[in-house]
């Protein structure tokens, strides 16, 4: 099974919002509203952040929200803040009853 | 809150069998569904299985032939065995839970991770 695709890097200044996209296949993003995104900084675990597209987890901001249209999903950050500097990583649940992630995506406030 | 800690030896030969332990404290196994993820080093995660704690599981296919996935309820652990490895499998491993009960809202909680190197 072959990664999404997100873009290498994405940037944004102080209290911008951005957005990080995640394009699959119909074996995967396209057909499941189960993509789900990860925050991960150095040397640390992945952050669970938002499940089935579009739902955060309690605790986490309400500056990120998902959204998925076709085979793409997207992560938007609003109000950009120096902590959001991280590597963000989408997953899918696929038609094969597996998992994939996306590429990655290294987000810079500058 | 659940807590998962993940244990192994740190340096595997290559073409000897990885094995890595996952302590899940603060909540039962039962029930859940648990991953494995691995990442190597400045690289991008990599599904590596699930299974449930009634014993089922399923693994990517790029490593299905390798790969061996078990629970021990009794214990609270999860444990993953990795055949002929090689440098390529150098990566830091992750245990992660599930969202609630099923299988489909992605990895809730992780472990911190453990770094495993395959070398002679």
């Known amino acids: 099974q072959s990664a999404l695709t997100q873009p290498a890097s994405v940037s944004g200044s102080p209290g911008q919002s951005i957005t990080i996209s995640c394009t699959g296949t119909s074996s995967d993003v396209g057909t499941y509203n189960y993509v789900s995104w990860y925050q991960q900084h150095p040397g640390k675990a992945p952050k669970f952040m938002i499940f089935?597209?579009?739902n955060r987890p309690s605790g986490v901001s309400n500056r990120f929200s998902g959204s998925k249209s076709g085979n793409t999903a997207s992560l938007t950050i609003s109000g950009l803040q120096a902590e959001d500097e991280a590597d963000y990583y989408c997953n899918s649940y696929t038609t094969r009853n597996t998992r994939v992630f996306g590429t990655g995506t290294k987000v810079t406030v500058l | 809150q659940v807590q998962l800690q993940e244990s192994g030896p740190g340096l595997v030969k290559p073409s000897e069998t990885l094995s890595l332990s996952c302590t899940v404290s603060g909540d039962s196994i039962s029930t859940y569904y648990w991953n494995w993820i691995r990442q190597p080093a400045g690289k991008g995660l990599e599904w590596i299985g699930r299974l449930h704690s009634d014993g089922t599981s399923i693994s990517n296919p790029s490593l299905t032939s390798r790969v061996t996935m078990s629970v021990d309820t009794s214990k609270n652990q999860l444990s993953l065995r990795l055949i002929s490895v090689t440098a390529a499998d150098t990566a830091v491993y992750y245990c992660?839970?599930?969202?609630?009960?099923?299988?489909?809202?992605?990895?809730?909680?992780w472990g911190q991770g453990t770094m495993v190197t395959v070398s002679s």
């Open positions: 992660a839970r599930g969202v609630g009960y099923t299988k489909f809202g992605g990895f809730a909680s």
């Open positions: 089935e597209v579009s």
